[in-house]
Each structure stands twice: as structure tokens, then as C-alpha cells.
Nanobody, 126 residues
């Protein structure tokens, strides 16, 4: 069982940067791929980014490519989401989630992620 706790959300202005962190418990963190999802009001949960268990492979939603960077530090059991050039449409609750690496073909499907954090609110004003 893995427990995930997000932090780093807040209220920022358009064009600002923010870095989210997700701390994981357990001794098997390095065996999981990690993803970030977000959910805005009146919208379904949306894939944002995914990083492989080793950190070597990443995927991004088209809406955040070039602006967001996902990374991980397996020694610290932590995954990060660096968000630059934030836009008002980035406003959402952001969740981190863990996925078995064997499910990499379903990298954008939230239903394939086993463990979820509680979410952290990111609000971008324009």
C-alpha cells in the first residue's frame, strides 16, 4: 500500500511558476510510474503528465507541453511537477497518482492508477 501527499499548490498570477511535490510512503516507490492529473470545476479529471519508474520516460498532455516538467527523486520518494508560464486554464485541483510500470500503455487513463493523493489546489488569476 502506498500513501501519497501533495503539496505546493496555491494562488498565483498568470505567467508565474509553481512547483508541486508529492511525497510517497512505502519501500516500493521506485517500482511505480507516477502521474499528475487535474480536475477543474465542471470538468472531468484530466491527464497532465507521467514519469516512468526510473524517471527516464515522460509523457505530457498537449495542453502543458513546453510549460510543465515532471520529475522524480526516488531516493526521497518524491515526484515533482514544475509548472511554468501558468495560465488561468491551469486552475484545478492537482492529484498525484501511482501506476504499476507494466501499465505504461495506459499512461493517460486515470482508471489504471492504483494510489492517489488528496489533491492540492492551484489557482491562477489573470
Amino acid at each position: 500500500q502506498v500513501q501519497l501527499v501533495e503539496s505546493g499548490g496555491g494562488l498565483v498570477q498568470a505567467g508565474d511558476s509553481l512547483r508541486l511535490s508529492c511525497a510517497a510512503s512505502g519501500r516500493s516507490f521506485s517500482n511505480y510510474a507516477m502521474g499528475w492529473f487535474r480536475q477543474a470545476p465542471v470538468k472531468e479529471r484530466e491527464f497532465v503528465a507521467r514519469i516512468s519508474s526510473s524517471g527516464a520516460i515522460t509523457y505530457y498532455a498537449d495542453s502543458v507541453k513546453g510549460r510543465f516538467t515532471i520529475s522524480r527523486d526516488n531516493a526521497k520518494n518524491t515526484v515533482y511537477l514544475q509548472m511554468n508560464s501558468l495560465k488561468s486554464e491551469d486552475t484545478a485541483v492537482y492529484y498525484c497518482a501511482a501506476q504499476w510500470e507494466s501499465l505504461s500503455s495506459m499512461w493517460s487513463d486515470h482508471r489504471t492508477y492504483t494510489y492517489w493523493g488528496q489533491g492540492t489546489q492551484v489557482t491562477v488569476s489573470s
